[in-house]
T-cell receptor
Framework: SAVISQKPSRDICQRGTSLTIQCQVDSQVTMMFWYRQQPGQSLTLIATANQGSEATYESGFVIDKFPISRPNLTFSTLTVSNMSPEDSSIYLC??????????FGPGTRLTVT | GQSLEQPSEVTAVEGAIVQINCTYQTSGFYGLSWYQQHDGGAPTFLSYNALDGLEETGRFSSFLSRSDSYGYLLLQELQMKDSASYFCAVSRAGNNDMRFGAGTRLTVKP
């Protein structure tokens, strides 16, 4: 298993600004992912964070809006750019040996006003 | 395309057994995973099935039938703390991603 920390845990931001969320894993993991989740709903995959190369984005998510970095096997960042109220959500990072077994961080609760 | 179906809600009493079903349609199916999420918490990995059959981990078991595109999570000796949302998720061969179902909200009553 892996222990994952995220920061910030929550933030309130003004529209038009950007927020960078950090994700740290306590051990090297092959795969890291970023998800978005509305309360009471399922998880929506934003992108797969690839170490040393550009992230792989899901349909509906673009690099200009959600730039992702993964400089090594234990760390990744997600930036939510030019925020609007529609970006208000919980953002979760995960990591693990493969997509089939993932360990999640506690999430970042983002509110955009 | 892909789809996963699981019941939206299940209610059971303490000490009982409950089964949460998951049917899926996906190309290149590789395996089925289950996650638990308490309100306000992060999803927690429970189990993974790549082969047909039953995997047992304590009070929880997970089953997969690849020919039926079907799996289930079985929770035995239910406890109040098992009240949570349970998600099935499929992983695909050749794709480094996983798709989650809509989730089943389990309520355990005394």
């Amino acid at each position: 298993s892996a222990v994952i920390s995220q920061k910030p845990s929550r933030d309130i931001c003004q529209r038009g600004t950007s927020l960078t969320i950090q994700c740290q894993v306590d051990s090297q993991v092959t795969m890291m992912f970023w998800y978005r989740q509305q309360p009471g709903q399922s998880l929506t995959l934003i992108a797969t964070a690839n170490q040393g190369s550009e992230a792989t984005y899901e349909s509906g998510f673009v690099i200009d809006k959600f730039p992702i970095s993964r400089p090594n096997l234990t760390f990744s960042t997600l930036t939510v750019s030019n925020m609007s109220p529609e970006d208000s959500s919980i953002y979760l990072c995960s990591g693990g040996p493969g997509s089939y077994e993932q360990y999640f961080g506690p999430g970042t609760r983002l509110t955009v006003t | 395309g892909q789809s996963l179906e699981q019941p939206s809600e299940v209610t059971a009493v303490e000490g009982a057994i409950v089964q949460i079903n998951c049917t899926y349609q996906t190309s290149g199916f590789y395996g089925l995973s289950w996650y638990q999420q308490h309100d306000g918490g992060a999803p927690t990995f429970l189990s993974y099935n790549a082969l047909d059959g039953l995997e047992e981990t304590g009070r929880f078991s997970s089953f997969l039938s690849r020919s039926d595109s079907y799996g289930y999570l079985l929770l035995q000796e239910l406890q109040m703390k098992d009240s949570a949302s349970y998600f099935c998720a499929v992983s695909r061969a050749g794709n480094n991603d996983m798709r989650f179902g809509a989730g089943t909200r389990l309520t355990v009553k005394p």
